[in-house]
């Protein structure tokens, strides 16, 4: 099965930016549509972002539209969220997946202050 690998987390401060990527192992990522998630401190886990296989369409949701991007290089095998212009509520432990889902990594803490 794929193992996921979150990086790139971090202490921030209300209006940085970062970038998180996530490498597959043990299997290929082209084939499937990818995701980012996020579970903010003592909430779910909840969508963020979605590119298909080839990067030509993106979603996001609604909060953070316009702040961040998904992107994918399916040579390497990694999925990366540009993240900026962050915000408090950013804060979360942020997950990548693809569609189907795999099980879950251990997730990158993002931390924002204000």
């Known amino acids: 099965q794929v193992q996921l690998v979150e990086s790139g987390g971090g202490l921030m401060q209300t209006g940085d930016s970062l970038r998180l990527s996530c490498e597959a192992s043990?299997?290929?990522?082209?084939?499937?549509?990818l995701g980012w998630f996020r579970q903010p401190p003592g909430k779910e886990r909840e969508f963020v972002a979605a590119?298909?296989?080839?990067?030509?369409?993106?979603e996001y949701r609604d909060s953070v539209k316009g702040r961040f991007s998904i992107s994918r290089d399916n040579n390497k095998n990694t999925v990366y969220l540009q993240m900026n212009s962050l915000k408090p509520e950013d804060t979360a432990v942020y997950y990548c997946n693809k569609f189907p889902n795999e099980p879950w990594g251990q997730g990158t803490q993002v931390t924002v202050s204000s």
């Open positions: 043990g299997g290929t990522l082209s084939p499937y549509i």
């Open positions: 590119i298909t296989r080839h990067g030509d369409s993106t």
